[in-house]
């Protein structure tokens, strides 16, 4: 699986629009972009995934540059609920026939302030 | 809630005991996913099982062992238990083999003394 670089910690005030950039220059053809969220002590939540462009839903936004080297999770008007680690994965999502290891990297926490 | 269910919650234990770890996937979903997360590691994937036979492996140590049940319920054994197993221990589960889109469960907090 492609590796990924994405910022160890970001910061944020309530309201506000947060983007967290993922580095993944090594991205294969077949590889799907997938982002996860984990709360304090609990599972990782899927969040969204996408392949190119833009992908909507109504957590977040995903912007994948032409390239697909980068990627980057919007999180629209966050809250204080939004604290947390985001995971940026990428691989195969070809049910089908791929292995369904998931290899997180240490994510990026984010702290959304009052 | 995910879907996915995991006994016990707290885990104490002393160095070189054994403990099982209970799994229970989503309604219909076949794969059942093992991870482990501390502190100094992050997650880190375990193995994995699908319709009852084991899929992948990753950094699943030999005192570890596996397995899916006919009603796919899945449970992690681990023995001879040192300290640095101390982590929280997840399960996932995904409708299908493969696929980035998996369901976790709560967790099992495993203390080992």
């Known amino acids: 699986l492609a590796k990924t670089t994405q910022p160890i910690s970001m910061d944020s005030y309530e309201g506000q629009e947060v983007n967290i950039t993922c580095s993944h220059n090594?991205?294969?053809?077949?590889?799907?972009i997938t982002w996860y969220q984990q709360f304090p002590s609990q599972g990782p939540r899927f969040i969204i995934q996408?392949?190119?462009t833009k992908v909507t839903n109504e957590v977040a936004s995903l912007f994948i540059p032409a390239d697909r080297k980068s990627s980057t999770l919007s999180l629209p008007r966050v809250s204080l609920s939004d604290t947390a680690v985001y995971y940026c994965?990428?691989?195969?999502?070809?049910?089908?026939?791929?292995?369904?290891?998931?290899?997180f990297g240490r994510g990026t926490q984010l702290t959304v302030w009052p | 809630d995910s879907g996915v269910t995991q006994t016990p919650k707290h885990l104490i234990t002393a160095t070189g005991q054994r403990v099982t770890l209970r799994c229970s996937p989503r309604?219909?979903?076949?794969?059942v996913y093992w991870y482990q997360q501390s502190l100094d590691q992050g997650l880190q994937f375990l193995i994995q099982?699908?319709?009852?036979?084991?899929?992948a492996k990753g950094n699943i140590l030999e005192r570890f062992s596996a397995q899916q049940f006919p009603d796919l319920h899945s449970e992690l054994n681990l023995s001879s238990l040192e300290l640095g197993d101390s982590a929280l221990y997840f399960c996932?589960?995904?409708?299908?083999?493969?696929?980035?889109?998996?369901?976790f469960g709560p967790g099992t907090r495993l203390t080992v003394l």
């Open positions: 099982y699908y319709n009852g036979e084991e899929r």
């Open positions: 309604s219909g979903d076949l794969s």
């Open positions: 996408g392949y190119k």
């Open positions: 994965l990428v691989g195969e999502a070809d049910r089908g026939s791929t292995l369904g290891r998931l290899y």
């Open positions: 996932a589960s995904s409708p299908l083999a493969g696929g980035n889109e998996q369901f």
């Open positions: 090594n991205i294969a053809t077949n590889d799907y």
